[in-house]
């Protein structure tokens, strides 16, 4: 398996524009979480999805993040319009269903610089 | 306050010592918890799972205390390798999601 694809690896955009983050989840996986990373505020979880179905997402800052999981292989996180305080490492990660030490798996990260 | 709370760090050792991380947790409706280990600039990956007995794996020994909502990793022998950001994560419900601390920064000298 290649384990969970995130795309692009790195976002350069100016501020106002609309960036939109891509993720793969490893197949099987039913679970699907957005995080975010900064040095000042660590790994912030943004939204999970259980099969496809958003179950938490009071983490997303604001109304200008959106996410969304058309199916069980594909989620997007979307910011518009983005701000400079939006730069950031965004992760995607996948975990098996209902097992309650089952291992989540990270892709890459996409780093993303608001200019 | 944060939902999981780690040492700060850096901790700076020198290769072969020992050195100790500590973690709590506010919620106490936690059921698992995990040590990732984060490499610059990678992703998080796995260390190992903290079982309510403790557990060892080589290395590294984890200890939970569940009545202080404490999480500990003990790494003997330290390798230059081991330097990384260690992060202590707990999750409340089956399967959901994963609360991660601040992380602890670890550099093993020569």
């Known amino acids: 398996d290649a384990g969970v694809i995130q795309s692009p690896r790195h976002e350069v955009t100016e501020m106002g524009q609309e960036v939109t983050l891509r993720c793969k989840p490893i197949s099987g996986h039913d679970y699907l979480f957005w995080y975010r990373q900064t040095m000042m505020r660590g790994l912030e979880l943004l939204i999970y999805f259980n099969n496809n179905v958003p179950i938490d997402d009071s983490g997303m800052p604001e109304d200008r993040f959106s996410a969304k999981m058309p199916n069980a292989s594909f989620s997007t996180l979307k910011i518009q319009p983005s701000e400079p305080r939006d730069s950031a490492v965004y992760f995607c990660?996948?975990?098996?269903?209902?097992?309650?030490?089952?291992?989540?798996?990270f892709g890459q990260g996409t780093r993303l610089t608001v200019v | 306050r944060k939902e999981v709370e780690q040492d700060p760090g850096p901790f700076n050792v020198p290769e072969g010592a020992t050195v100790a991380f500590n973690c709590t947790y506010s919620n106490s409706a936690s059921q698992s918890f995990f040590w990732y280990r984060q490499d610059c600039r990678k992703e998080p990956k796995l260390l190992m799972s903290v079982y309510s007995s403790g557990n060892e794996d080589g290395r590294f020994t984890a200890q939970l205390n569940r009545a202080s909502q404490y999480i500990s990793l003990l790494i003997r022998d330290s390798k230059l390798s081991d330097s990384a950001t260690y992060l202590c994560v707990t999750s409340y419900n089956q399967g959901g999601k994963l609360i991660f601390g601040q992380g602890t920064e670890l550099s093993v000298k020569p």
């Open positions: 990660a996948s975990r098996k269903p209902g097992v309650g030490l089952a291992e989540a798996f």
